[in-house]
């Protein structure tokens, strides 16, 4: 997954003579247990490893309850729970999208809910007036909104179909891209700030751990 993540390509198509391996990483606490073993049975086990996860990804995962994992020990779900280790991360992700996009419940050709924002509101306002910001004002609309007109398949091209649309007061924009993005910038940017108080500083941040990282 690391070398996948600096290389900006996914584990199954990296090509098994792309693996290579420097003193920095054998050094590295977590690839110990590779000192030794000549760079061609690494590459070896590794596309063991796309084979696997392959057929796991494509034939198996999606025909497992994954449900009895944590009360049944001789369960099938239970065995992948204890091999998670060696499923690649896309191969998680993947499997992730399948499920979301199987369990959308709005339909192509309803429309999909919409949300008015006014950004004037949070113009002015102190720390301890939470209520007029983007989050509590999308929190009160979306709260009246069925759940089920919000499942959508994940979005792709370049408008694509979001759970809701956001319209903000006094701007006028082509398409709902846009729009949403900013939306999701803004209500990130408030969870981080005192405004809301829902985030807190880690307690380690004093001693110089987890600097930044919000619980």
Same mark, same amino acid.
């Given at each position: 997954?690391?070398?996948?993540? %600096?290389?900006?390509?996914?584990?199954?198509? !990296?090509?098994?003579?792309?693996?290579?391996?420097? @003193?920095?990483?054998?050094?590295?606490? =977590?690839?110990?247990?590779?000192?030794?073993?000549?760079?061609?049975?690494?590459?070896?086990?590794?596309?063991?490893?796309?084979?696997? =996860?392959?057929?796991?990804?494509?034939?198996?995962?999606?025909?497992?309850?994954?449900?009895?994992?944590?009360?049944?020990?001789?369960?099938?779900?239970?065995?992948?729970? %204890?091999?998670?280790?060696?499923?690649?991360? @896309?191969?998680?992700?993947?499997?992730?999208?399948?499920?979301? =996009?199987?369990?959308?419940?709005?339909?192509?050709?309803?429309?999909?809910?919409?949300?008015?924002? /006014?950004?004037?509101?949070?113009?002015?306002?102190?720390?301890? @007036?939470?209520q007029?910001?983007?989050?509590?004002?999308?929190?009160? %609309?979306?709260?009246?909104?069925?759940?089920?007109?919000?499942?959508?398949r !994940?979005?792709? $091209?370049? @408008?694509?179909?979001?759970?809701?649309?956001?319209?903000?007061?006094?701007?006028?924009?082509? $398409?709902?891209? $846009?729009?949403?993005?900013?939306f999701?910038? %803004?209500?990130?940017?408030?969870?981080?700030?005192p405004?809301?108080?829902?985030?807190?500083?880690?307690?380690?941040?004093?001693?110089?751990? /987890?600097?930044?990282?919000?619980?």
């Amino acid at each position: 997954n690391e070398v996948c993540c %600096q290389l900006a390509i996914s584990s199954a198509r !990296l090509h098994p003579h792309e693996v290579r391996l420097t @003193d920095a990483h054998l050094t590295n606490e =977590n690839y110990l247990c590779l000192q030794g073993i000549p760079i061609e049975n690494i590459r070896l086990r590794f596309a063991f490893l796309q084979d696997l =996860n392959s057929t796991l990804e494509s034939l198996f995962l999606p025909l497992v309850d994954l449900r009895p994992a944590n009360v049944y020990s001789r369960s099938t779900a239970f065995v992948l729970s %204890q091999l998670r280790s060696v499923i690649f991360y @896309d191969t998680k992700v993947n499997f992730m999208n399948r499920v979301l =996009n199987a369990s959308a419940k709005r339909k192509p050709d309803q429309a999909a809910p919409e949300i008015t924002l /006014n950004p004037l509101e949070t113009i002015g306002t102190g720390e301890k @007036d939470s209520q007029a910001s983007i989050f509590c004002q999308s929190f009160r %609309q979306l709260s009246a909104i069925n759940s089920k007109k919000l499942c959508v398949r !994940l979005a792709s $091209g370049g @408008d694509p179909t979001y759970s809701f649309n956001v319209r903000m007061l006094g701007e006028e924009v082509h $398409g709902t891209s $846009g729009s949403f993005r900013h939306f999701l910038w %803004q209500v990130a940017r408030e969870l981080q700030s005192p405004t809301l108080g829902l985030l807190l500083p880690c307690q380690s941040s004093a001693t110089g751990l /987890n600097k930044g990282r919000l619980l």
